[in-house]
C-alpha cells in the first residue's frame, strides 16, 4: 500500500503551508546532498550562501552570517549557544517574554542557563520594563518576538534594543514565523535595529520552501564563530550548526521559493493573507465571538471549547491559544473558499446560547 501526504484542505492552524512548486522541485533534487559537508557537496554550500545573503537582504544586514538551520528550534538553540559562549558570566541567563516560543525553552534546558520570563502588556507584546527588571549582569542574550506563535504580535524591539545595550546583553529577534511578512509592513523588527546580533528566519514556514529549512543570521562573524567546532577529519574545518548531517532538500527548496518570490511574490501573499486575516476577524465578531484583532496573519477568537470539539471532528486541523482560544494561521494555502466553509461549519455547529449570539 501507498501512503499518501494528508491534504491542506482544512489546515487551518498550522505554520508550515504547501511549498512552491518551484521549492518542491529543488527539494527533490538536491535531497541526496549534505550541507553539513561543504567539501563534498560544494553545489548545495553555495546554494546556502546564496540564501544568508538572500536572507540579510529581507532582514535589513548587508554582510550576514549564518546558517540554515533545521528549524526555528535549532536556530533559536543556537543563538541562545552564541551568547552564553559570548557572555563573561559564569552563571548566564537569558530573558524573554513570556510569549516567547517553547523552543526557547528547550535551549536554556539543553544548555544549562537559567531562562527569565516577563509578562506581557494587554496588547500581548513584551513590556521592555519588565524585561529590564528581570535583567542583571549575568544577563547573556534578550529575546524578542517578531511574530507570535499565539498572536502573531511584533514585540518593540527597538525598545528591548535600548534595555539589551544598557546591561550589556546581546539581543535576539524570533522572527521564525514573522520574517517573511514584516518587510512589508512598518514594525521595525529586523537589523536595521542597530542593537539587534541574531535573528531567526525560517524559510519553511511563510517562506514556503520545503521542511527542514530554518534559518539564523548573526550581525558579526565572531557570533557565529562561537559556534564552530572543528571537523579534523572533513576537508572543511569548522561546523556552526547544531545538526551534522542535514539536508540539502532545504536548502535548495528555500534558494528557489527566494529566486521565486522575493519581493513581490511574497508581498503579495502578505497583501492577500492579510486581507484574509482582517475580513475572517470581522466574520468572527459578526458572529458573536471576542476575536485577538490581526496585526500579521493570525487571528484568534474565543469560541467555546464544546465548539472547537465539534470542529475538529468535522476534521478541521484547528488549535488553540494557551488561554483557550481558537488560532487560524492565514498561511498561503489558505484561502477565501476554504474560510467560507469554516464558517459555514461553524454557524451550523454553534450551540444556540453562543456569546452574545442575540445581541
Ligand atoms: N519561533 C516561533 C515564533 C515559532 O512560531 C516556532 C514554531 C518556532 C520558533 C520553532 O520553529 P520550528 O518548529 O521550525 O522548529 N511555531 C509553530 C508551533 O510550535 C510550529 C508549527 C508548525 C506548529 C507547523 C504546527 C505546525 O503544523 O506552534
Not at 96 to 125: I, M
Not at 144 to 159: L, M, Q
Amino acid at each position: 500500500m501507498r501512503a499518501e501526504p494528508q491534504s491542506f484542505d482544512r489546515v487551518l492552524s498550522s505554520m508550515c503551508t504547501e511549498p512552491h512548486p518551484a521549492a518542491r522541485e529543488a527539494a527533490e533534487t538536491f535531497l541526496a546532498t549534505n550541507p553539513g559537508d561543504p567539501a563534498t557537496y560544494p553545489a548545495i554550500a553555495d546554494l546556502e550562501a546564496d540564501v544568508v545573503d538572500r536572507l540579510g537582504e529581507i532582514t535589513s544586514l548587508a554582510d550576514p552570517h549564518g546558517f540554515v538551520a533545521s528549524g526555528g528550534t535549532e536556530a533559536n538553540i543556537q543563538a541562545v549557544r552564541a551568547a552564553r559562549d559570548r557572555s563573561d558570566s559564569r552563571d548566564p541567563n537569558v530573558v524573554a517574554p513570556e510569549t516567547v516560543h517553547f523552543s526557547v525553552r528547550k535551549a536554556a534546558d539543553v544548555l544549562g542557563v537559567e531562562l527569565r520570563t516577563t509578562p506581557v502588556d494587554a496588547d500581548y507584546r513584551a513590556e521592555p520594563a519588565a524585561i529590564d527588571a528581570a535583567t542583571d549582569a549575568d544577563t547573556a542574550l534578550i529575546v524578542g518576538v517578531a511574530g507570535s506563535t499565539e498572536y502573531g504580535r511584533v514585540d518593540p524591539i527597538p525598545a528591548l534594543g535600548e534595555v539589551a545595550t544598557d546591561t550589556g546583553a546581546m539581543l535576539h529577534v524570533d522572527a521564525a514565523w514573522g520574517g517573511f511578512v514584516l518587510p512589508f509592513t512598518d514594525y521595525e523588527w529586523d537589523f536595521a535595529v542597530e542593537a539587534v546580533d541574531t535573528l531567526t528566519i525560517d524559510p519553511h514556514k511563510l517562506g514556503q520552501a520545503a521542511i527542514p529549512a530554518g534559518g539564523l543570521l548573526a550581525r558579526e562573524k565572531a557570533t557565529v564563530d562561537a559556534l564552530a567546532v572543528e571537523t579534523p577529519y572533513l576537508e572543511s574545518t569548522t561546523q556552526a550548526t547544531l545538526t551534522g548531517t542535514r539536508s540539502g532538500a532545504g536548502v535548495a527548496s528555500a534558494a528557489a521559493a527566494l529566486d521565486a518570490l522575493w519581493p513581490e511574490g511574497y508581498r503579495e501573499t502578505y497583501e492577500r493573507q492579510q486581507a484574509l486575516a482582517e475580513w475572517l476577524a470581522g466574520e468572527f465578531e459578526d458572529l458573536g465571538f471576542d476575536v485577538v484583532e490581526p496585526s500579521l496573519p493570525l487571528v484568534a477568537a474565543d469560541l467555546d471549547a464544546s465548539l472547537f470539539d465539534s470542529l475538529r471532528e468535522e476534521g478541521w486541523r484547528v488549535s488553540r491559544t494557551r488561554a483557550g482560544e481558537l488560532r487560524i494561521v492565514c498561511m498561503p494555502h489558505v484561502t477565501r473558499e476554504m474560510l467560507e466553509s469554516f464558517l459555514a461549519d461553524v454557524r451550523a455547529l454553534q450551540p444556540r446560547a453562543a456569546p452574545a449570539a442575540d445581541d
